[in-house]
């Protein structure tokens, strides 16, 4: 959290031209760099919040994964944006039989190690019981049918792969989405998403809720050189730049003073509530763009900064990110063997650097490397 306000707050007093830095790149290479370097940040921030050990120097990073809106939906909002550009755009010219094919493929590939990840994670949280900061599974201990339908059916999928079958539901759906955009028809995917939307908060359909923060990015993907070509010639960039940035600064403090202050203000278990990701209404999708907006902006400044540096190792897990979300739990689950809960703010900060490192190195071994997705 305190790394977003400083460097919002030199993005303020000097904010970057990111749609035109966006085009360069991208002339550069498939890959938006910037982008890699968010992706790998919103990857330590999930293992952080999921190893689940404060108070320590992480949770100024990472908000304890409590505020209004968490690096979970940044990661749903950055893989629709990166399916859109390079399934979409990029891949225009080959074949659509072909993108489909790889997209059906990658769809099933995850749902496979959802599967097989929920189905492992679940036994070792029932073998390590006796760890309070293992995850809660909704399922009696040892009774694996249970385990077993819930999972094949993606009803309940452990929480350390949970975006698994998310983004497994979400690559089958992008098919229509690629072609729709095919033929510049990116309307009738805006209105399946938002209808999409409002039938999955009356139904309490979690996919349905959350499709609607990877399908808008999808389109905005597909049309990042439309978008450059206009944001250069709109003569309020540059306010506009400021009120998202000052937007978002303004936003996470409150959101930081409400939440870790609920019982001590009046009206701010209420007002929490409006944001919860259980529900997902229309003030959290809102807080989420303004912040994930804000973050993109912010990478896209500093990025040569982080190039110039050893920061490879956030790079790493933003080309890696798949690798490292499925690999993640094993690690959390060495660390809380290795490292005893306590109240302490030293050990638990070393607990969460140790995490970090542990699955940036697990997740270099050859022998992940080729049987994980990237």
């Known amino acids: 959290m305190t790394y977003v306000i400083v460097i919002t707050v030199q993005l303020v007093l000097r904010p970057p031209d990111i749609l035109g830095g966006v085009e360069k790149v991208a002339e550069q290479s498939n890959r938006l760099v910037s982008l890699d370097y ?7 921030v999930i293992i952080i919040d999921h190893l689940s050990r404060f108070p320590s120097a992480w949770q100024l990073i990472t908000g304890q994964g409590l505020l209004w809106a ?16 390079v399934r979409g755009l990029k891949d225009k010219s080959r074949p659509f039989s072909n993108v489909a094919s790889k997209l ?15 189905l492992l994670y679940v036994a070792l ?3 390590l019981a006796t760890l309070t900061d293992m995850p809660w599974y909704n399922a009696p201990t040892g009774d694996w049918a249970v385990v077993v339908n819930q999972v094949i059916t993606m ?9 698994l079958y998310l983004y497994a539901i979400f690559l089958a759906l992008s098919v229509p989405a690629v072609w729709l955009l095919r033929y510049n028809q990116p309307w009738i995917i805006a209105c399946f998403s938002i209808v999409g939307y409002i039938y999955g908060l ?18 905005a993907g597909f049309y990042i050189p439309a978008i450059t070509t206009r944001w250069r010639s709109n003569q309020y960039k540059l306010f506009m730049t400021r009120f998202i940035l000052i937007s978002a600064l303004v936003t996470v403090c409150i959101s930081a003073f409400y939440v870790m202050n609920e019982s001590a203000i009046p009206g701010a278990a209420k007002v929490n509530q409006i944001f919860t990701i259980e529900r ?37 897990f933003g080309t890696h990110s798949l690798t490292a979300y ?18 302490s703010f030293i050990v638990n900060t070393l607990a969460g650097f140790a995490a970090v490192l542990g699955v940036y190195v697990f997740i270099r071994l050859p022998v992940l490397r080729k049987l994980l997705p990237r």
Not at 38 to 44: E, T
């Open 202 to 219: 009356e139904a309490g359909i979690e996919w349905l809720r959350l499709q609607i923060i990877f399908f808008i990015p999808v389109i």
């Open 125 to 127: 949280t029932w073998s």
């Open 70 to 85: 968490t690096a979970a939906e940044g990661f749903l909002m950055i893989s629709g944006l990166m399916i859109g550009y």
């Open 104 to 118: 059906l493929k990658r769809s099933l590939l995850l749902y496979v190690w959802m599967v097989i990840g929920s």
């Open 326 to 343: 499925i690999a993640h739990g094993l690690v959390l689950c060495g660390v809380s063997i290795a490292i005893p809960i306590k109240d």
């Open 155 to 163: 009803q309940v999928p452990h929480v350390w792969v949970h975006f």
């Open 38 to 44: 968010l992706r790998g940040y919103f990857i330590i």
């Open 280 to 316: 997902f209404n229309i003030a959290r999708v809102a807080i989420s763009a303004l912040w994930f907006t804000a973050l993109v902006l912010a990478f896209h400044r500093i990025t040569p900064w982080l190039q110039s540096r050893p920061f490879g190792v956030v790079r790493h």
